[in-house]
């Protein structure tokens, strides 16, 4: 099986949109280059559409999600300030420890790992708190929060959502819910390799932002002068170009073809596979109702081997599906399907492999 070969339904990058892939083959421009600037700002208003806002600071930040994370906290978090945080799996773990670092006094809501938080709890956690902050979609576990009855009534709290696994694969609706801060990734729904992390920001959340956040690197203060200047775009640090162009690439297949057609996409694919997986012996494991389209978790049959099934999976049909995290490690697996790897002939292509190592195994 060659690497071009590979079908990624892991939790992690999905195989990118081929326009993205020919996107990454163009030529360098310098990051200062007028053709380069007009199409970052391009980018930026595809963004604003894919995350259905009208907020000015909107643009992908220079690095992964996990990145995306951190300059959402850091330039929004003052030592001392509280910051309510949602957690039911390994992503609202890693926000509470970005949130401590930035200073925070974080109240933890908890819920089982498999099932949603409820917006309540989280509202009423803290009479005060500076933000309050959710993953939309919970990779580790494929559960999927509800966010617009925290927008609906967060008081004067700003609210930052995670929407890494979300954004371009199920609705995500930043001005509607009230969202204030809310980044993302290029490699799980969009489509395009990991590199960058799509960010928004509100124009309230703007007025809260600190002058001399901890980081230099992510300080949105300096970043918005290069995204948002006219013409003289100051230089912060060198944009890289060939994932713009991938990104740029992604987000014109993803618009192409439609927003909510692509939503529709990751739907029924989802859809599928989980009226499918059960029959086979896989029973969907995350809370019903709260199941995400584009990652699935389910229980392994009665006497498949977690290690030994994915290594089957992956060195002879080529597909990667990925194990589970903290306290199902071992118990489930998570099944991307994402992106350009939203289709029903790949669904159909990991239910033969999954019925032909079950009967090998079991
Ligand atoms: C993947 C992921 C991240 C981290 O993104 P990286 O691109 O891996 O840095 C953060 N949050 C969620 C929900 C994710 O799925």
């Known amino acids: 099986m060659t690497r071009s070969e590979r079908l990624l339904m892991g939790p992690g990058p999905s195989n990118p949109y081929p326009e993205v892939m020919k996107a990454l083959s163009e030529p360098v421009l310098g990051h200062l280059d007028p053709e380069f600037i007009a199409l970052l700002d391009e980018t930026n208003d595809y963004l604003r559409t894919v995350w259905q806002t009208s907020n000015s600071l909107t643009f992908p930040i220079s690095a992964t999600g996990s990145a995306g994370m951190e300059a959402a ?11 309510v945080v949602g957690v039911n799996g390994v992503f609202g773990t890693r926000m509470c420890d970005v949130a401590t670092r930035a200073g925070a ?40 929060n509800d966010i617009a009855p925290l927008g609906e009534n967060k008081g ?52 809260h932002l600190i002058p001399t956040p901890q980081s230099w690197y992510l300080d949105l203060n300096m970043i918005k002068d290069y995204v948002l200047g006219d ?36 739907q029924s694919c989802g859809d599928y596979l ?29 006497g498949l081997d977690d290690a030994q099934g994915r290594k089957i999976l992956l060195e002879r049909y080529g597909i990667e599906v990925g194990g589970g ?10 099944i991307g399907c994402m992106g350009h790897t939203a289709r029903i002939e790949n669904i159909d292509r990991l239910l033969t492999a999954l019925k032909e190592v079950k009967s090998e195994l079991c």
């Open 274 to 302: 989980h009226e499918q997986l059960p029959e086979l012996g896989f029973d969907l494991w995350a809370q019903e109702g709260h199941r995400l389209p584009e990652l699935t978790t389910v229980t392994l049959p009665e």
């Open 231 to 266: 013409g003289a775009r100051a230089y912060h640090h060198t944009a890289p170009i060939s994932m713009l162009y991938a990104l740029h690439a992604g987000l014109e297949t993803v618009l192409g073809e439609g927003l909510k057609e692509t939503w529709a996409r990751h």
């Open 73 to 83: 906290f850091v330039n929004f978090v003052k030592p001392g300030d509280c910051v």
């Open 156 to 207: 004067g709290a700003l609210l930052l959502v995670d929407c890494v696994t979300s954004l371009g694969g199920i609705p995500v609706l930043t001005d509607d819910w009230g969202i204030d801060i809310a980044y993302s990734g290029s490699q799980k729904c969009l489509g395009v390799p990991p590199g960058l992390s799509p960010i928004t920001i509100s124009e309230r959340a703007m007025e």
């Open 105 to 144: 006094e974080v109240v933890k809501v908890e819920e089982d790992w498999g099932r949603a938080i409820d917006p309540q709890r989280l509202l009423e956690a803290h009479p005060d708190p500076a933000l309050i902050a959710v993953v939309h979609a919970e990779t580790s576990t494929g559960i999927r």
């Open 325 to 334: 995290l903290g306290p199902v490690a071992g118990k489930v697996w998570r």
